[in-house]
């Protein structure tokens, strides 16, 4: 398949293409500083865009099969995160633009509230206040993807801590 990964510099997105490229795809890579990528490979294109821009994006996206977004944004005490909902606006005009409908993309566990009733003290009260900023703006995403996006094939998957090991299956 022809997959476009967002983030792939990031630590889930190099482990992406990784594993894509291991599996015998072929994949675009978007980043923001294509020499950071230390990858190398016949079947991989690294490409500078800018993920705000659906302009920008839509030539990248034509006649891929799926985009995968392991984009992360970081938390400001000044501000709120607004990168996923901002970015997933850009990426679904431009994927409808191109004729892409497969998207699959990265939030966390305890987007839903209702989840945090399975987690642990220190976590309800000491991680998730700290973080609760990025996962608004991750439920903001998953809920435009619900709402907006219901003409695309997509899947939000919602991992809990990563843990930077071999992976296990
Ligand atoms: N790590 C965890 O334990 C964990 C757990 C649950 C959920 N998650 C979520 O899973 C996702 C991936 O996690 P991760 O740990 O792999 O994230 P990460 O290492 O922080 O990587 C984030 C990626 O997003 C890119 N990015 C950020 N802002 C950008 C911008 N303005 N333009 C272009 N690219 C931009 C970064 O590019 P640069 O390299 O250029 O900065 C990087 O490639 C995140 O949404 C994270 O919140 C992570």
């Not at 630590?11 to 293409?17: A, K």
């Not at 599996?23 to 980043?31: P, T």
Request: net charge positive; charged share 20%.
């Amino acid at each position: 398949m022809k997959l476009l990964v967002l983030g792939a510099m990031g630590r889930t997105g190099q482990l992406l293409v990784r594993q894509a490229l291991d599996q015998g795809h072929r994949v675009k890579a978007i980043v923001r500083t294509p020499s950071k990528l230390t990858i190398q490979h016949d079947n991989l294109k690294v490409v500078k865009a800018n993920i705000f821009s659906a302009d920008n994006l839509r030539e990248h996206f034509s006649e891929q099969d799926a985009i995968m977004s392991c984009l992360g944004f970081p938390i400001s005490i000044f501000s709120e995160v607004t990168g996923y909902t901002e970015s997933i606006k850009a990426i679904t005009l431009a994927m409808h633009e191109a004729k892409v409908t497969r998207i699959i993309a990265m939030t966390s566990w305890c987007t839903k509230r209702e989840t945090l009733k399975e987690a642990s003290w220190t976590i309800r009260w000491l991680l998730i206040p700290l973080i609760r900023k990025l996962l608004i703006n991750m439920q903001e995403m998953e809920n435009y993807l619900n709402n907006e996006c219901q003409d695309l094939k997509w899947t939000v998957v919602r991992p809990p801590g990563l843990q930077n090991a071999p992976k296990t299956g």
